[in-house]
Structure formats: structure tokens, C-alpha cells
């Protein structure tokens, strides 16, 4: 049977139906011995993984670092573990189908071994082999029966036909005159009703309080197999059951997603019968093939609505909406009303730039794995988008819950994660909006409220990573005005309403102009915006390139304006963004624009942080030395306030360091800071890097920059940054010097 093709709108089917051709070729292979190498090719196959290995329980996985592995219990102590591809998508219906093979291998495995001893024994006396081969016998006949079950999950019979067939075989199997299963009604939370059963008495009460169930109860309560030889002295005895004879009975859990829904239970009315180890895996089995029904059921109902996402399992946006919009109408003006959480991951773009979208994708469904184990019915988990999660509580009376919750959600995120063999880290920023009055119109509200949430999210990532906000109204007033920001910036770059200052750079000894720094201005509506309000917002929209676009052109028609004009050897410093950097245009466009305005290359320096220069190492590296290829000039700007170190710099193409003012402000009245910028400057000369000192506005600070050896710097003691008409007259002086082409490149 070839592997079915992944189906949006009916994935129930797709699992239902690779888990059927697994089980029909496992158990044709049984009678040949080959049960294990059959398993494997045809779990590779039907998954479409690279390999699958047998692995005993406790040993390492393949450390392969192409291939992303996965394992699930296959009974004796050993486990089936697939390799895939990391590009593989890898969704909640691959996760269901590697558990049911998981479980139909391990009795394959049993009915293998137990034929193989059978083989071995023909010299033993016939009664003893005569027990073996009941044993055999009966194990053929589980396996045989969970392929019937599995061959209805493929052929989509209905529910209720499917969860009788599994009371049925157990009953079959377990030679018991009485099977039941056992869920916790969604109605009524502490109650398990029965949904199907063999053998039962019409009196028998189809829903029961869960510390009532008798032995059902037991084993839903603990999430174990409860297993009861004289009923009769069981404290959690059924007077119903008793009253029709069982003598012995044992139950099981069932699950869903990893957590108890109830339990089956098989009961006899044969004296003297004794539940063995070999009758209670057997049970499980069985407990098992009633999960996969109800978790068949639940991904195909809900995924035929629409409401479930495909990577996590969890709930979509549009469930979400749903349960938020019924939440929003039950809501009756009183104290208590719905809350929704609004958790944006921290860092996760990092992880996906780093690691690629196939870890960044697994690191999503393992977040979601952490929510989900935070948070209980009825409050609701959903994935809203890329790496934005929500959680719904549907009706709550007090703002204190909600902040737990979001406590409680923040601490899951804490410890690091493992994903692929990467040790990942991750926190969030969580949103919070609650409403407890009665809306006019639900729907409307729903979208209000999530809007809401995610104002105070922003408001929340703003402070800090790892923390929550609740939705106060002046956030929105504040959205508002950061909208407006936004828009007005978008059509300043787009209309090149934006204009460059130039700040000169100075040779302390002569005071002559010797270059300048670009720094780009925008004038809002009459106003000065200070570049700070304004460059992160650039950064976190991704208008940082068009700015820095603009920024060059204006930058080399200015130094195409001293050429013109005879004024050779001054140098042009332009800032460059880790977005910039990112971009693989960057070069071709720096070197169009220096071609265009007739630029010699070495005129021009690049300058960024030493937190750009940290995010990819290798990415960076790589663009820096290209641009060099073209004579550009490096330079670190800010240095000191990042995390590198000058060893560290000996290794990227860099020639200038441009010493943070921070280095400057005391270096004329503090001992220490005067030690510090020497020691800098002069393991920058052994470096053969060239420095710039920013920040100079006293007198005193440039002559102790002097004293140290130091030879160009820029600050207001100089000028600040001004319009290119007034540049031009700094630079016309009669002692200019020019900044030294041998550091670096060499001029193309």
C-alpha cells in the first residue's frame, strides 16, 4: 500500500489508514519471523522517514546529525525509533501514527518470540509444548483483533461501531463475560459514563460519580491498571455489580493526548479466576486501541471544522474565536466574564535565523506541549500563528487568576529546551484583556478583546523579556499614536522625505576636518524626531533598509561633491543595521552607488555595533569581507558597550574601532577611566587597528585624548551633525589631513 498523501480535510483518514497497512504487513510477517525487519521498512515507508531502528530501552539515540529521531515504547524493553529528515514537517498525526506502530510491534514481537520458543521445544514433553502453543494461540488472536479494529479506523465505520469492536475483542480475548469503557462525561466533569459494553446488566447505571466507578474509577483516578481478585472485598465494589456476580474484574486507564479521559474494565463471573500479568497487558492493549479510537475521532471532527492546527495539535485561531465569541455570550454583566492570554515567544526569530525553520517548527510543537500541560479544561490553548499562542479562560471572577496563569506559563518556558540536539532557549512576553461586561455584539468583542491582548503584549515585550502586562486603556491611546508612527514613517521613506546630518570627524592635533558621519533626520510634521524614537521602529518594520538606502545615496553625492570640488582624502562614514547586513542585496547595492557617483571605494567606511557583529559570526563575516573585496572600510561603531573583545575583532575585517563615549566622559578627572582608554588604545595600535573617539565636548577631555596618543574623534566640542552646505565650509580648511588608506583594504 503506498503512503497516502497527507489530506487537509481528512487527516483521521491518512492515520487510519498507514496504521492499517502497517498492521496487516506485521502480521503476515509474524509467521515468517520477520516481524522486525518488516516493521522497520514499513514504518520508514508509510512515514516517510529516513530510517527506523529497533533500540532497547535506556540506549542513546542515533547521534545523526542529519536526521531529527523520534522513539515510542515497543514492549520488552525495547522502543521504535524513526530518523527524519529535519525539514520534515513533523504534526500531531505522525505522533499518533508512531505510537500505534509502536504498539502493534510490540505484539508482533511477542507472538514472534513466543513462536520461535515453540520451534525450540519440540523435544519438550507435549503437555508443556501443548500450553505453548495456547499461549501462541492466543496471542495471534489479539494481535488479529487489533487488526480488525485498526481495519475499521481505516474504512471510516462510525464511532459507536468502532468502540464496540474494541469491548468486543477484549471480552473475546480475555474470555470474560463482561467489558466496559468508561469516560468522563463533558457535561458533567466528576462523572464517567459508560459509552460502550458487553455482557452488561440493563440495571447497570450508565453514569456514576468518578469515586463511585468501582474498579473503572480506581484506575482513572490513579492512571494506573487496577487489578482485583475477590471483588466482593473491594472497598470500591459496585452494589449493582456485586448483585450480578462479578467475582474478579480489573480496569485500566484511557487516554487522550497523554492525559486519563476513563477507563476500561473487564470483568468475570467465574469463581476462582485470577487476573495475570499476561490479562492485564492484554487490557492495556486494548485501553490503548480505545485511545487511538477517541483520538482518531476527536482530529477528524475537529479538523473537519477547521479548528485544530496542523503543526501542534493545539487549537487554531478560528476555534479560539469561536470559544471566545460562546464565552462573550454567556457573559451576563456580573463579576465574572472571559480572559485571554496572549503569548508572543521571545527570541524565536533568532532560533529559526540560526537553525533553520525544520528546529524552529519542532521547538513550536514542544512550547505547545509545555502549554498544554500548564493549563486544564476548561481553560482552552490555541496557536494563533507563527510563534504566537493564546489561552482562553472562558469565565473567570477574579484578574488574579488570569496572572497566575500567566506566572505559571512563563515558568514552563524557564528550562531550556532540547530540540534536534540543539539546546534552545526561549522565553515569552504574555498580554492579558478580561471582560466581564455583557456585549452588545460578541463577535465584535472577540476581536476587541484579542486586539487588546496584544497591545499589552507589546506593552509586556517593551519592558523586558520573561514578563506580562494586563490591557489598560491608555495602551491603546498609546497603539494609536505608535500606528500613527509607523504610517507617517512609511511614507517618508517612500516619498525620500527623510534628510542626512553630517557630524565631522576631526584630527586632534591640526582641529581639521578629515571625514564625517551620515546620520539620518526626519522632520514629522515641522517637528525633529530624535533618531532614537525612530531608528528602532525602522529596525522592528524592516524600513531599516530603505532608510539606509537613502542615507548612502545622500552620502556619496556629498563625497561626490568634494571630488568635485577638489577636496580629496576625506572620508565618509556611513551606519549600517543588523537588517541591512542580513540583506544579500547589500553589496551589489553599495557598490552600484559607488560606481554611480564616481566613489573611490576606500573613501567610504561601514560602520555597526559589536551586538550586529555577535548575531551570526559566520553570516556577518562573510558580508564584511565582501564588502571589503570592494575597498570599503570597517568599522566597529560603539565599542565597549557590547560583548566582544579586541582578540575577538582580530579575527572578523575590521579596521577602525570608534570608542563609545562612555570611555570619554571622565577620562580628564578619573585616574581609572584614563588607564582603561590607554589600555585600549594601545592594544588597538598592536592590532593595527586605526581609532575614533566619540563623545568629545570638553576641552580638557581632548587634551587628554591627545596625551594618550589619541589622533581623530568627533563630538560636539567640534560640531554636531549639520546640513551638507554647512559641511562643506568645515572641510574647506587649509590643514586637512587625510585618514590613512593603508589600514584595511586596499583602494580598488
Not at 585600549?680 to 596625551?707: K, P
Amino acid at each position: 500500500m503506498a503512503l497516502p498523501a497527507l489530506p487537509g480535510a481528512r487527516p483521521a483518514d491518512w492515520v487510519a489508514q498507514v496504521t492499517a497497512a502497517f498492521a496487516d504487513d506485521v502480521s503476515r510477517a509474524v509467521a515468517t519471523g520477520r516481524a522486525t525487519s518488516v516493521a522497520l521498512d514499513r514504518a520508514a515507508d508509510l512515514l516517510g522517514v529516513v530510517e527506523a531502528r529497533l533500540l532497547r530501552t535506556g540506549a542513546m539515540r542515533p547521534c545523526d546529525g542529519d536526521l531529527a529521531w523520534r522513539d515510542v515504547p515497543a514492549g520488552g524493553g525495547r522502543r521504535l525509533a524513526v530518523g527524519a529528515a529535519k525539514d520534515l514537517l513533523w504534526t500531531a498525526r505522525l505522533d499518533t501514527a508512531l505510537q500505534e506502530m509502536g504498539t502493534m510491534l510490540a505484539m508482533a514481537l511477542r507472538v514472534e518470540a513466543a513462536q520461535s520458543l515453540e520451534r525450540d521445544l519440540h523435544a519438550v514433553q507435549a503437555g508443556a509444548t501443548s500450553a505453548l502453543v495456547r499461549k501462541l494461540e492466543y496471542r495471534q488472536q489479539v494481535l488479529d483483533e487489533m487488526v480488525r479494529v485498526q481495519r475499521s479506523l481505516a474504512r471510516r465505520a462510525p464511532f459507536q461501531e468502532k468502540l464496540d469492536l474494541v469491548t468486543a475483542a477484549a471480552a473475546r480475548v480475555l474470555g470474560v463475560e463482561m467489558v466496559a469503557i468508561r469516560l468522563v462525561d463533558p457535561e458533567r466533569p466528576d462523572e464517567l459514563m459508560i459509552v460502550s459494553g458487553v455482557g452488561l446488566d440493563s440495571e447497570a447505571p450508565r453514569h456514576s460519580p468518578v469515586s463511585g466507578s468501582g474498579v473503572g474509577g480506581a484506575a482513572f483516578r490513579g492512571n494506573k491498571t487496577v487489578s482485583v481478585d475477590d471483588y466482593a472485598e473491594h472497598p470500591a465494589a459496585m452494589a449493582t455489580y456485586l448483585k450480578g456476580g462479578v467475582r474478579a474484574a480489573m480496569g485500566t486507564p484511557v487516554q487522550q493526548f497523554g492525559r486519563a479521559v476513563g477507563s476500561i474494565v473487564a470483568a468475570t463471573l467465574t469463581a476462582g479466576r485470577r487476573f495475570d500479568d499476561t490479562d492485564r497487558e492484554t487490557l492495556r492493549a486494548f485501553a490503548d486501541q480505545a485511545s487511538i479510537v477517541l483520538t482518531e475521532q476527536h482530529l477528524f471532527t475537529e479538523m473537519q471544522q477547521g479548528f485544530i492546527d496542523p503543526l501542534t495539535g493545539l487549537a487554531n485561531r478560528a476555534r479560539l474565536h469561536d470559544q471566545l465569541t460562546t464565552a462573550l455570550e454567556l457573559t451576563t454583566g456580573g463579576g465574572a466574564g472571559p480572559a485571554v492570554l496572549f503569548v508572543d515567544l521571545d527570541g524565536f526569530k533568532l532560533v529559526n535565523d540560526a537553525l533553520g525553520h525544520g528546529i524552529g517548527d519542532e521547538l513550536l510543537v514542544r512550547v505547545a506541549e509545555r502549554l498544554r500541560d500548564v493549563v486544564s479544561s476548561p481553560f482552552l490553548v490555541s496557536r494563533f500563528g507563527g510563534d504566537e499562542f493564546t489561552v482562553l479562560l472562558p469565565a473567570i471572577n477574579d484578574l488574579r487568576v488570569a496572572t497566575r496563569t500567566a506566572s505559571d506559563l512563563l515558568a514552563a518556558l524557564e528550562p531550556r529546551f532540547v530540540v534536534s540536539g540543539h539546546d534552545v532557549s526561549v522565553s515569552a512576553s504574555i498580554g492579558i484583556a478580561w471582560e466581564r461586561r455583557r456585549p452588545e455584539t460578541a463577535a465584535d468583542t472577540a476581536v476587541d478583546m484579542l486586539r487588546c491582548a496584544d497591545t499589552a503584549m507589546y506593552r509586556a515585550k517593551a519592558a523586558g523579556r520573561g514578563q506580562f502586562a494586563v490591557f489598560e486603556e491608555s495602551m491603546h491611546d498609546e497603539l494609536v499614536r505608535a500606528m500613527a508612527r509607523e504610517r507617517d514613517l512609511r511614507n517618508a521613506v517612500e516619498n525620500h522625505d527623510l534628510t542626512t546630518h553630517f557630524q565631522p570627524i576631526v584630527d586632534l592635533g591640526t582641529g581639521a576636518c578629515v571625514g564625517a558621519e551620515a546620520l539620518v533626520r526626519w522632520n514629522r510634521a515641522g517637528e525633529l524626531v530624535p533618531p532614537a524614537q525612530f531608528i528602532e521602529l525602522a529596525e522592528e518594520t524592516g524600513l531599516i533598509v530603505g532608510v539606509g538606502q537613502q542615507v548612502l545615496r545622500s552620502a556619496c553625492e556629498v563625497m561626490a561633491s568634494w571630488a568635485a570640488a577638489g577636496l580629496d582624502g576625506l572620508t565618509m562614514s556611513v551606519n549600517l543595521s543588523v537588517r541591512e547586513l542580513e540583506n544579500s542585496e547589500l553589496v551589489e547595492n553599495v557598490r552600484a552607488e559607488l560606481a554611480r557617483h564616481g566613489i573611490v571605494p576606500g573613501s567610504l567606511v561601514v560602520e555597526l555595533t559589536e551586538s550586529a557583529l555577535m548575531r551570526d559570526v559566520t553570516v556577518m563575516t562573510e558580508r564584511l569581507a565582501a564588502l571589503r573585496g570592494l575597498g570599503v572600510r570597517i568599522a566597529i561603531d560603539d565599542f565597549g558597550t557590547g560583548y566582544s573583545s579586541l582578540g575577538r575583532l582580530r579575527s572578523l575585517p575590521i579596521d577602525i574601532l570608534k570608542i563609545d563615549r562612555s570611555f570619554v566622559d571622565l577620562v580628564d578627572t578619573d585616574p581609572g577611566s584614563h588607564a582603561m582608554l590607554s589600555a585600549v588604545l594601545q592594544l588597538a595600535m598592536a592590532l593595527d587597528l586605526q581609532v575614533i573617539v566619540e563623545g568629545v565636548e570638553r576641552d580638557t577631555q581632548r587634551a587628554a585624548l591627545r596625551a594618550l596618543g589619541c589622533e581623530w574623534a568627533q563630538g560636539y566640542l567640534f560640531s554636531p551633525a549639520v546640513p551638507p552646505e554647512r559641511l562643506e565650509r568645515l572641510v574647506q580648511g587649509p590643514a586637512r589631513r587625510k585618514l590613512p588608506q593603508s589600514i584595511g583594504a586596499s583602494v580598488a
